[in-house]
């Protein structure tokens, strides 16, 4: 590790989120802090980057001592900026995402902004966490997450990653002396059970408001959603590779038999 | 195959989109096919959802005799609109995505709109496949992308789908005789090299415009950028465990030697 690794820090939940700033706390006693991260709340962005319109980038003075901008775009537009008009040529030695305020287990990792701001900069080779407490609530007790935030952190700035560039980090709802301790996990094949909530406007037109509950049917005792239920912080190395490469022979027909 | 499969029809270009017209006369020749599109252009939504907001539908008469809606919301908000609120019970056979004006080959799965709205309905069991033509254009020619538009959904509806439910199909722009065929592949391990265009707005205030170049140093043979470049439609399998299962034991010291 370098004396003073250079720290990226985002989130999707906006720059004033009570999560971003138990990252950024714990980040300053590792290193020399970024934040670039969303003017306004960016909850299910998933990898939105913002191509037909402008962005503005504002440099704002929220957090002691620390390099901060607000950016009015997506969490993935705020790694952008950060890395080609912040940083510049500058190495960073880690981005960290979130804290998010509810969960980003299982498959809500490709609907949360969090993750893939973290994605973004895995993207670009930059070791990268996304970290999640799940807790939606605004005034959720970030403070006890703080010693799990600063532990991955310093395991990744001394042990760097390998095979993977992204970590996805969920943490239960508990006491401090509930936890069991960190697990490596794969991501658990859950799914939303959704309905709509329909209305009527002040004009009389119609409109629809998405709702839903989480279930798992993935009984696998190797998943985040597992290790969520049963004390753990659960941490996924995660990917961007959609590749199903157990599927591309079922499909190599296609190649032979179908006449283009 | 059923008499008349049910064929969902969305995209991230918008439901008046030249893409989306070919991709309807297609499907509209194999089964019964519902529209639930974008009302305006949602390119790079990526997997965003609507939460924070309300969403509006309207059905629409654009295409003879098909049912179609439009929705103010992203690619994603509209299959899910289309399995609550459209749909409802009916059993959907096949969801067809595009045609993409431009490549969503490699990473560009990422930030697809038309490949996430695909996604999700994989998500909840469907077979999908997401087009895509190299041809950024309006006026691109997608009558000459018929044949291969309908090879791969007779294909996939006669044969089913072995080991995922999402295909990400891009065409190359080139005269049909000059196509070499389908070719099944992974997704090319490239990324995008990105500037901001920087100017002034009419009030004074800086603003950031994306721009880049997409470029690929996978020399694999067997990427989707290799095949569009050496004359093959591109067909990669693809899902959304973003999982990396060959990087889980590198974090096991975590579990053992951390203390939490």
Redesign the interface.
Known sequence: MKTRPLILVTNDDGIAAPGMKALVEVAKTLGEVVVVAPDS?Q??????????A????KKVDIFKDIEAYECSG?P??CV??AK??VLHDRQVDLCVSGVNHGSNAS?N???SGTM?AA?EAS??GIKSIGFSLLDYSWDADFDSCK??LK??MV?VLE?G????K???VNIPKLKTEE?????????A?A?WI???V?SI?PRG??????TGEFTNDDKGDDTDVWALENGY?S??????????????E??????SE???
């Open positions: 709340p909850s299910g962005q998933g990898h939105a980057i913002t191509i037909n402008i962005l503005r980038l997506t993935v537009d952008k900026l080609h008009k498959i990792i490709l609907y893939s994605m993207l670009e010693p799990f532990e991955l395991f042990h990653m390998e095979h993977c992204l970590l996805n936890l069991k301790g960190f697990r490596i996990c794969r991501q094949e799914r959704e309905r709509y329909e406007d037109q119609k409109y629809y408001w998405l912080i941490v996924v190395p995660s990917g961007h590779d959609l590749t199903r490469y157990e599927a591309i079922s499909f190599k027909a296609l190649e179908v006449a283009v």
